[in-house]
């Protein structure tokens, strides 16, 4: 097999500013394509696409000579409540635009994430396992259960190599997630360190699965180098790391920086949350790749503290 020649769409979002270097790093600068709807004015090739237009995306990938894609395009939870209809649009007929052409052209390999956001409240919160009750509330849960059979069914009917995982919520420094259910456990570290103040938008109570970045990027090249006979599964896996409330994670916090305070005011994001687990079983994960997180709640805590601080060149 030759190098591959990736291609990451919606590589300006929170994920794709991380995954670029990574996959830079693995494969070399000039192997790398980024697509998105702005311009990122990065130092790798750049393509301007909107994953909606099929006969465009297949352009940029006969352009490149695209071996691998990693799509990553989509509306988040909550942004997605507020615009079904888009979401429905880009998640979705976006998602069915990348799978079509990756048979087209012939894709080696594509990696799409799916996310905690496809249980909803009937399934079991504790422990989540990987094949259960699965009736989400939200359309972005709508969009990610629906996609993970898709591609299911492309890796069935075409033989197409299609990988995914459940995202828990990520937290990071580099780019601010937009949109989405868990993004007040990125806030409260901007907040935390301008104010020393923030005000929650779930209840204090909320546990919710979560993962550091720097754990996601690498399941996410990890399984996109295991051995296609190795994964047993072609939906998406259950992936875990961590598993906190906001007072938890607050008293994290308040353990390296003793005034910060927390309020907390839940909003419609509180139902979205609700109908989330608490926790994940990834025992699959772990079984057939090899699946282990690393970071710890506290490291992670004292990594952003340390990345934010220099950030925003505060002491
Ligand atoms: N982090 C995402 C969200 O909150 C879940 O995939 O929407």
């Known amino acids: ?26 494969f070399g600068q000039e192997q790398l394509v980024l697509s998105d709807l702005k311009p990122l004015g990065s130092v790798y090739a750049e393509e301007l696409l909107d994953v909606t ?21 989509a509306l988040l939870s909550a942004t997605g409540e507020k615009n ?37 409240p009937t399934t079991p919160r504790h422990n989540t396992p990987q094949r259960t009750i699965i009736e989400p509330a939200t359309i972005y849960g709508i969009t990610k259960q629906a996609g993970e059979h898709l591609c299911d069914w492309y890796f069935r009917k075409h033989g197409l190599d299609v990988r995914s995982l459940r995202y ?20 409260i570290f901007f907040e935390a360190l301008r104010h020393n103040a923030y005000t929650c938008f779930l ?23 295991a051995p ?4 047993s599964i072609r939906t998406s896996y259950n992936l875990s790391a961590l598993s906190f409330t906001p007072a938890e ?41 090899g699946w282990q997180p690393e970071w710890s709640l ?10 934010i601080r220099q950030k925003l060149q505060v002491a």
């Open 249 to 289: 994670l607050a008293a994290t916090l308040q353990k390296l920086l003793p005034d910060f305070r927390m309020d907390y005011a839940p909003d419609f994001r509180q139902a979205i949350a609700d109908s989330w687990p608490a926790s994940i079983d990834d025992s699959e994960a772990r079984k057939d790749w």
């Open 298 to 307: 506290d490291a992670m805590v004292q990594d952003m503290l340390t990345n």
């Open 203 to 225: 209840g204090a109570g909320s546990a919710l699965p979560m993962m550091y970045m720097p754990d996601a990027v690498r399941a996410t090249l990890e399984l996109m180098a």
């Open 168 to 187: 828990p919520g990520l937290i990071s420094w580099k780019a601010e997630p937009g949109g989405g259910t868990t993004d007040y456990a990125v806030h």
């Open 53 to 73: 237009d099929k006969a465009a995306l297949a352009a940029v990938v006969q352009k490149h000579r695209i071996t691998h894609i990693y799509h990553l395009a």
């Open 84 to 120: 079904p209809g888009l979401a429905w649009q880009i998640n979705m007929q976006g998602l069915l635009n990348v799978l079509d052409v990756c048979v087209e052209a012939k894709i080696e390999r594509l990696f799409w994430p799916s996310s905690i956001a496809v249980f909803g």
């Open 228 to 231: 296609a006979e190795k994964l």
């Open 1 to 26: 097999m030759s190098t591959p020649k990736v291609l990451i769409i919606g590589a300006g979002g929170q994920l794709g500013q991380e995954l670029a270097p990574a996959l830079a790093r693995q």
